[in-house]
């Protein structure tokens, strides 16, 4: 999530906060010249590109260093646009490249409209998008709107004096003095003498995610200022109209350059109780050692969407068909619905959908679970479209956390084929698509990720997710010429490398390749109607796409480690066909299966095939 979005400790914690809250046809084609233009040049909602889209979220100090310094930059990825478009990926989400201190690796910005010159400049930037769109890659933008850096020039003038016409831009607060009713002993650990000598403390208990009181002091204005994340990541005060005009304003520098939109970083957090109550205190503590809360006045308030739906018509003023992608944790499908906007569809285009890739029972592979998540979103969010996502750089890799040690390659094949053949938009990860696996930390002492540093051992920070990616068996992995790389290149990259992957056609790699394929190509699984089929296996996940005219297409993911046998009924789907060629089979038993009738799915097998 945010700031430095979600670590599994994190995203955890925020799930059961937010359970209290009561409230490729196009995609492949050659990319249109993303302008300023009207929003008469949209394109059909059928076939709009999004809709058919892979994107590829791409940590930029991890994915290509073009100059030698052991950092990935902008000029790194343009680099490796060849590789992207063999993929079958149209677009690439970019985590944050704007100026920052780093102290939050870039979700701490300190110039929303400018590139940090450890990634490159405005102008690689510029050539990245038009080179991109030579390779019919789009290119999304990371927006974080919650907070700025505390080095951002609105942060440093509002925290300059009370009488700054930007102090509003932020929450700022006097404290209350220590003796208030109901203060606490948490609260009173962050005691401070305002101007008239008194001690005040916290207007509340709001807890920053990564540690510590959400106030910080400041001496030249007497007044804590609110941060939901790091203290140096002070939040800005959305119920200020002027940061909403600069906000917008920063998108529309972007947009007016040809980005195809944002990933907007945890939205849910733009607005905090004007009543400034204390959270409701659960049992227990976390892993930074504080208590417990149910985030009911910080997350989610009903104000963001007001704030959302203005946005979507500014993007909409824009040809191309701009997306808004919204990193939405949200408990169920209902909450998810509202940040569609619900049966008005006018907010987010895509809120990613994280009860399939990150639902309670993520240790496991669980079918039923898999079956439920996907068939409540196909049919509870009023026909808006779906966004799967099940990796990012915040979290341990899908390999990893689903993973059973002896059968993490075909898992990964599992968790891809869910991706790429389900009716929905697919997210994926740097490195996924080879089966990078997360290489967490051992010691303290090489942790760079801030909340792995004030939560070790409890929480160990996410450096694991972001090592660099591997692209060959040679030094540092192809990533950079610098031995010593921002993060240590994993064990892994010897045999989990694109070069040692693209010559194995049986590899992670050229599995992910062959469904992209397939679903740019083929009818149905580009944008058929999703079916669940033999309902109640608890073991295998099968489904049918179908268009309603031209072969239908079945998917079957045996979720076990046992051999299933299963039969594939396609009476009540409207389907016709009783036999079946496969379109694709991780397993060499399954490519000479004709008949839906008592097929054998080895452990932790996929099979695509066309109904004849």
């Not at 801030?450 to 939560?455: E, H, Y």
Request: aromatic letters at 10%; a negative charge.
């Amino acid at each position: 999530m945010a700031s430095s979005s979600f670590s599994r400790a994190v995203f955890q914690r925020i799930q059961s906060c937010i359970l209290g809250i009561g409230s490729l046809v196009l995609a492949f084609a050659a990319v249109p010249a993303l302008s300023g233009a009207p929003a008469a040049a949209q394109t059909s909602p059928a076939n709009v590109w999004w809709k058919h889209a892979v994107v590829y979220e791409i940590y930029p100090r991890s994915f290509q260093d073009s100059n030698g310094d052991g950092v990935g930059d902008l000029n790194g990825i343009t680099s490796r646009l060849s590789y992207i478009e063999s993929m079958g990926i149209d677009t690439i989400w970019i985590a944050p490249m704007y100026p920052s201190p780093q102290i939050d690796f870039g979700y701490d910005i300190s110039d929303y409209v400018s590139v940090d010159p450890q990634y490159g400049t405005l102008a690689d930037m510029e050539r990245l998008i038009t080179e991109g769109k030579k390779h019919n890659v789009r290119v999304v933008l990371d927006m974080v709107l919650n907070h700025t850096s505390d080095k951002h020039q609105w942060f440093i003038d509002s925290a300059s004096s009370r009488t700054s016409p930007k102090h509003d831009w932020y929450v700022w607060n006097d404290g209350i003095p220590i003796d208030s009713a109901g203060v606490n002993d948490y609260q009173k650990k962050y005691v401070q003498t305002n101007l008239e000598g008194k001690h005040v403390v916290p207007p509340n208990n709001w807890e920053s995610l990564f540690g510590g009181s959400a106030w910080e002091w400041v001496p030249a204005v007497h007044q804590y200022y609110y941060h939901k994340f790091y203290k140096q990541q002070p939040d800005l005060n959305w119920s200020n109209p002027t940061v909403e005009k600069a906000a917008f304003d920063a998108m529309r520098f972007w947009l007016d350059r040809g980005v195809a939109g944002f990933r907007l970083d945890a939205i849910p957090t733009l607005f905090e109780d004007p009543q400034m109550r204390s959270e409701p205190v659960l049992a227990g503590t976390n892993a930074q050692g504080d208590p417990n809360l149910q985030e009911i006045y910080t997350q989610n308030l009903p104000e963001v969407h007001n704030v959302i739906r203005r946005m979507r018509v500014m993007v909409n003023g824009y040809a191309g068909d701009r997306v808004l992608i919204g990193e939405t944790y949200l408990p169920n499908t209902a909450e998810l619905n509202k940040w569609y906007g619900g049966e008005a569809h006018d907010e987010l285009q895509l809120p990613m959908d994280f009860l399939v890739g990150f639902h309670g029972d993520h240790d496991k592979l669980n079918a039923a679970n898999f079956r439920a998540r996907i068939d409540e979103v196909q049919t509870q969010v009023y026909g808006s479209q779906p966004l799967f996502v099940f990796d990012n750089h915040d979290n341990v890799r899908a390999i990893d956390r689903y993973g059973d040690g002896t059968h993490n390659d075909l898992i990964n094949k599992v968790l891809n084929t869910v991706l790429l053949t389900s009716k929905a938009t697919a997210l994926t990860y740097y490195g996924a698509e080879l089966g990078m696996p997360t290489t967490t930390p051992t010691r303290k002492e090489d942790v760079k990720d801030p909340i792995g540093i004030t939560g070790w051992p409890k929480e160990k920070g996410r450096d694991g997710e972001r090592t660099p990616m591997q692209w060959t068996a040679g030094p540092q992995a192809g990533f950079s010429t610098n031995p010593k790389t921002w993060l240590p290149i994993p064990p892994s990259y010897k045999t989990n490398n694109v070069a040692v992957e693209t010559k194995d056609p049986n590899s992670e790699l050229n599995w992910f390749k062959q469904l992209a394929m397939l679903r740019r190509t083929n009818p149905a699984l580009h944008d058929g109607k999703q079916t669940m089929l033999d309902a109640s296996n608890p073991d295998v996940l099968s489904y049918a796409r179908s268009t309603g005219s031209g072969p239908a297409v079945v998917v079957a993911m045996n979720f076990t480690a046992e051999p299933k046998t299963i039969s594939l009924d396609l009476s009540g789907t409207g389907i016709t066909g009783s036999t079946v060629k496969t379109l694709a089979a991780d397993d060499a038993s399954l490519k000479s299966v004709h008949s839906l009738k008592n097929i054998t799915l080895p452990p932790y097998t996929s099979w695509v095939a066309s109904v004849q």
